[in-house]
């Protein structure tokens, strides 16, 4: 019976692949077929990015945010292809994973993230992110080590947010929806006394009841609450120079992370934990941006100080009752420099990154619950770092259609960790410091056709600096870094009927794979896989006039652990968490002046989430719809997410006695209204 359950299931799997596959390909035999009006292609800077750089640049504009109603970084994820960002269910914690790199369940990511060329300093800040106030979201695939200061080994995503305006403009809006969901957004900003000194001021205030019952307390397990308050000062006067200053302050105070141990029924309903958990968190990011632009150079120094906080009490029904108390407290300052110069035939950039953590400690209570087995345990960190990097590319044009690029990183990572584990038998104290250096190079070739196209062939090596377990004996062995030798074929094109093309192939060699395991009592421990690979291909479609806006994304992925010294009985099996094929469609279609409908698909596909690759999860699709109106600065919006109510899971937790399973959010409806003046 179980085997042809398997079998079903197989079959059900096979079945929504070839759908997701057939409906791509309809969607572009129907593009061809169809006479589309030719429009003139006036590409932005985020577009010329696009087309100009050598690796693959996703690039998600204020009408794709829209059309998908995306309002934090998990949700932005599905527009990107081979790309997955998940968690726990709470803000501090999130994993992404981008064409087979992965922070799984770790602090660190692979990734780097910029806010208006600003690194969010520490991957809690990841999920800090106020999206009323993006404008616009590119994401480079591939390690960036010599366009960027901050490490980013499989990636950057930087996001860009509204600049203070010369003319004076507000907007306000507000919404509700299902569980009690309300938000409410305002921003004011024009000109001061002084014409060239501009500012803004934008608040934005989010809630929910959440979607998970505590069966045990009667309350709301899940619950969001976010608070975020945003200020810029710039300083643009009629001379190469601009300057802007900026703050933003969030709050945010969660309920709990509701895992279904052991079981998929009834996903919303926890019924083992006697309290309501929290997660609360406090971050603050001042920043002051100089940049001086000539007609042959820029010059950008990018300044930066970070504070967060986490505090959260998480209860697991296991082993009659665990307590577990988190306090976190992490600052942070850095000081990027960029200069690129433009040759007649070429381009240089040359940069220097310096990032200090200042603080980052940690400490973690364990209380067990049965009271003739009372046991508390208590791990206190400090794990500061220190990053200096120097990085540059060169590049240089061949003629009209083709063009060199070679750059180089060096990056030096000194990193600190002191740990005192305070059990109640013994208490054991151990430090150790220890300092990383590698030198990363690229190398590009591409060829730019007369049809407006891009084909490029590159290569870049990608860096994750080693560290420390954070439970361990005494005795402090550090992990190694993680690299990676990245190979990627792309190419771009730009149509004459505004319909964009980006395709690419990629393969990535990766070194001391870093992967995380869990024990029986959710404590983690950091293995290496020796050798592994990930290999896929990608495919992003966009057509957009004034009337119709349709995107389309699609990637698949192949990964292995090659190599796994000392466990060979896991070698061949996949990476953990990533998806093996994601895909998503959408649209949006003014049908008669001032209304328009949007919608959209999204796929991910199955995932194992531990490395005998014996738990694993089937893909999923959402649907989402919304109808709006628009007119005169008035915008309404009536919508509907994951319209057929799709249970699924979208995140897991394996360790060898218990399976935790987190579910994605059900159907929620609800509208928005705002007016613009």
Same mark, same amino acid.
């Given at each position: 019976m179980?085997?042809?359950?398997d079998l079903i299931?197989k079959?059900?799997r096979?079945i929504?692949?070839r759908?997701?596959?057939l409906?791509?390909?309809?969607?572009?035999v129907?593009?061809?077929?169809?006479?589309?009006p030719?429009?003139?292609?006036?590409?932005?800077?985020?577009e010329?990015?696009?087309?100009e750089?050598?690796?693959?640049?996703n690039?998600v504009?204020?009408d794709k945010?829209?059309?998908s109603?995306?309002?934090s970084?998990?949700?932005?994820?599905?527009l990107?292809?081979?790309?997955n960002?998940?968690?726990?269910g709470?803000?501090?914690?999130?994993?992404?994973?981008?064409?087979?790199?992965?922070?799984?369940v770790?602090?660190?990511?692979?990734?780097?993230?910029?806010?208006?060329d600003?690194?969010?300093p520490?991957s809690y800040g990841?999920?800090?992110?106020?999206f009323?106030?993006v404008?616009?979201?590119e994401?480079?695939k591939?390690?960036?080590?010599?366009?960027?200061?901050?490490?980013?080994?499989?990636?950057?995503?930087?996001i860009?947010t509204q600049?203070?305006?010369?003319?004076?403009?507000?907007?306000?809006s507000a919404?509700?929806?299902?569980?009690?969901?309300?938000e409410?957004?305002?921003?004011?900003?024009?000109?001061?006394v002084?014409?060239?000194?501009?500012y803004?001021?934008s608040?934005?205030?989010?809630?929910?009841d959440g979607?998970?019952?505590?069966e045990?307390?009667?309350n709301?397990?899940?619950t969001k609450?976010f608070?975020?308050?945003s200020?810029k000062?710039?300083?643009?006067p009629?001379?190469p120079?601009?300057?802007?200053?900026s703050?933003?302050?969030?709050?945010s105070d969660?309920?709990?992370?509701?895992?279904?141990?052991?079981?998929?029924?009834?996903?919303?309903?926890i019924?083992?934990?006697p309290?309501?958990?929290?997660?609360?968190?406090?971050s603050?990011?001042l920043?002051?941006?100089?940049?001086y632009?000539?007609?042959?150079?820029?010059?950008?120094?990018?300044?930066?100080?970070?504070k967060?906080?986490?505090?959260?009490?998480?209860?697991?029904?296991?082993?009659?009752?665990?307590?577990?108390?988190?306090?976190?407290?992490?600052v942070?300052v850095?000081?990027?420099?960029?200069?690129?110069?433009n040759f007649?035939?070429?381009?240089?950039?040359v940069?220097?990154?310096?990032?200090?953590k200042?603080?980052?400690d940690?400490k973690e209570?364990?209380d067990?619950?049965p009271a003739l087995?009372?046991l508390d345990?208590?791990n206190?960190i400090e794990?500061?770092?220190?990053?200096? !990097?120097l990085f /540059?590319?060169y590049?240089y044009y061949?003629?009209?259609? *083709?063009? &060199?690029m070679?750059? %180089?990183?060096?990056? $030096?990572?000194?990193?600190?960790?002191?740990r005192?584990?305070d059990?109640?038998?013994s208490t054991t104290s151990a430090?150790?410091?220890?300092?990383?250096?590698h030198i990363l190079?690229?190398?590009?070739?591409?060829?730019?056709?007369?049809?407006d196209s891009h084909?490029y062939l590159t290569?870049?090596?990608?860096?994750?600096p080693?560290?420390?377990?954070?439970r361990t004996s005494?005795?402090l062995?550090?992990?190694?870094p993680e690299?990676?030798?990245?190979l990627?074929l792309g190419?771009?094109? !730009?149509?004459? /009927?505004s319909?964009?093309?980006?395709s690419?192939i990629? *393969?990535? &060699?990766?070194?001391? %794979?870093r992967?995380? $395991?869990?024990?029986?009592?959710?404590a983690t421990?950091?293995l290496?896989?020796?050798k592994?690979?990930?290999?896929?291909?990608?495919?992003e479609?966009n057509y957009k006039?004034?009337?119709?806006?349709?995107y389309?994304?699609?990637?698949?992925?192949k990964?292995?652990?090659a190599?796994?010294q000392n466990?060979?009985?896991y070698?061949?099996?996949n990476?953990?968490?990533?998806?093996?094929?994601?895909?998503?469609?959408?649209?949006?279609?003014?049908f008669?002046?001032?209304?328009?409908v949007?919608?959209?698909?999204?796929?991910m596909g199955?995932?194992?989430?531990?490395?005998?690759?014996s738990?694993k999860?089937s893909?999923y699709?959402?649907?989402?719809?919304?109808?709006?109106y628009k007119?005169?600065?008035w915008e309404?919006?009536v919508?509907?997410?994951?319209?057929?109510?799709?249970?699924y899971?979208?995140?897991?937790?394996?360790?060898?006695?218990n399976?935790?399973?987190?579910f994605?959010d059900?159907r929620?409806l609800?509208f928005?209204?705002s007016k613009s003046?």
């Open positions: 179980m085997a042809n359950f299931n079959q059900k096979y929504m692949k759908k997701i596959t409906s791509i390909l309809l969607f572009l129907t593009l061809n077929a169809i006479e589309l030719s429009i003139q292609i006036e590409f932005s800077k985020l010329e990015t696009q087309q750089s050598a690796s693959t640049v690039i504009d204020k945010l829209e059309t109603n995306i309002k970084i998990k949700e932005f994820s599905s990107v292809s081979n790309t960002i998940s968690g726990i709470n803000r501090s914690d999130k994993t992404f994973t981008i064409r087979g790199i992965s922070n799984y770790t602090y660190e990511s692979s990734i780097a993230m910029y806010i208006d600003v690194p969010v520490f990841f999920g800090m992110v106020d009323n106030n404008k616009s979201i994401v480079l591939g390690a960036q080590g010599t366009l960027f200061g901050k490490g980013a080994e499989s990636g950057v995503i930087n860009y600049a203070p305006s010369k003319e004076f403009k507000t907007k306000i919404g509700y929806g299902s569980y009690n969901t309300q409410f957004y305002g921003l004011v900003s024009g000109p001061t002084n014409e060239y000194l501009t803004s001021l608040i934005t205030k989010e809630s929910s979607f998970s019952q505590n045990q307390t009667g709301h397990f899940d609450d608070l975020s308050f200020t000062l710039r300083y643009n009629d001379t120079l601009d300057v802007s200053l703050y933003s302050k969030s709050k969660d309920g709990g992370s509701p895992f279904k141990i052991n079981t998929k029924e009834n996903p919303f309903s019924d083992n934990e309290t309501d958990d929290s997660v609360k968190m406090d603050d990011m920043s002051l941006i100089i940049k632009k000539e007609n042959d150079y820029t010059f950008t120094s990018a300044t930066s100080y970070a967060q906080s986490v505090l959260k009490n998480d209860y697991v029904g296991i082993l009659g009752g665990l307590d577990m108390v988190f306090d976190i407290d992490i942070e850095t000081q990027e420099f960029r200069l690129k110069q007649e035939n070429s381009e240089l950039l940069g220097a990154f310096y990032s200090d200042l603080q980052f940690y209570k364990q067990f619950i087995n009372s345990n208590i206190t794990n500061p770092d220190e990053n200096i !990097a /540059s590319q590049k061949i003629g009209e259609n *083709y063009a &060199l070679a750059g %180089l990183r060096y990056q $030096t990572t000194k990193r600190s960790f002191s005192t584990l059990y109640t038998a430090d150790s410091q220890t300092t990383w250096k190079p690229t190398l590009s070739l591409s060829y730019y056709g007369e049809d084909t290569y870049s090596k990608g860096y994750r080693g560290g420390y377990n954070y005494d005795t062995t550090p992990f190694e690299t990676t030798d990245s990627e190419h771009k094109r !730009a149509l004459e /009927s319909l964009t093309l980006n690419a990629f *393969y990535n &060699l990766i070194d001391n %794979l992967i995380n $395991t869990f024990t029986p009592y959710l421990e950091t290496n896989a020796k592994a690979h990930s290999y896929g291909a990608e495919l479609l006039t004034d009337n119709l806006n349709i389309s994304a699609c990637g698949i992925i990964t292995e652990m190599e796994f466990s060979p009985q070698e061949g099996n990476i953990i968490d990533v998806p093996n094929m994601t895909a998503s469609i959408g649209a949006k279609y003014n008669i002046p001032n209304y328009y949007q919608s959209d698909v999204k796929y199955e995932r194992y989430y531990n490395i005998s690759n738990a999860e893909g699709a959402l649907v989402n719809l919304g109808v709006g007119k005169d600065g309404a919006l919508y509907a997410n994951n319209l057929f109510n799709k249970e899971v979208d995140f897991m937790i394996y360790t060898p006695t399976n935790y399973y987190h994605g059900p929620v609800g928005k209204v003046f």
